[in-house]
């Protein structure tokens, strides 16, 4: 059976408000918003890609912009769906981690705030 492999960013802050946000983007493969992160790569960790998928898709350098705990935040979860672009059974895997902003005493990188949607 095929099989596919993520590693996920839960990247989220708090509002002045209390309220909290989470940062996604938007995907055109699959048209729809999603967690930042990828596939994970043959011998990489699922924290591992989580720390290459930040910097790839946000630019942001570990250890400088972010740093990623050791631990994840969830427990991997695995299913099995017919895969939309291969079109066969796939075992899926996903973990998420939650990175956070940049390490005491170093500057932190403004990110803008952009709204999608009616």
Known sequence: MRTSQAGLALVRRTRPDGATEYLTQW???WKRLALVGGHVEPGESFRACCVREVGEEL???DGTDFRVAEGSVT???EY???SGSA???T???SNCTSPSS???GRRRRSMPTRRTGG
Do not use: I, N
């Open 27 to 29: 995907s055109d493969t």
């Open 91 to 93: 075992l899926y895997g």
């Open 87 to 89: 079109g066969v059974e």
């Open 102 to 104: 940049s390490p005491p």
């Open 59 to 61: 630019g942001l350098a």
């Open 80 to 82: 099995r769906a017919v």
């Open 75 to 77: 427990p991997t979860c």
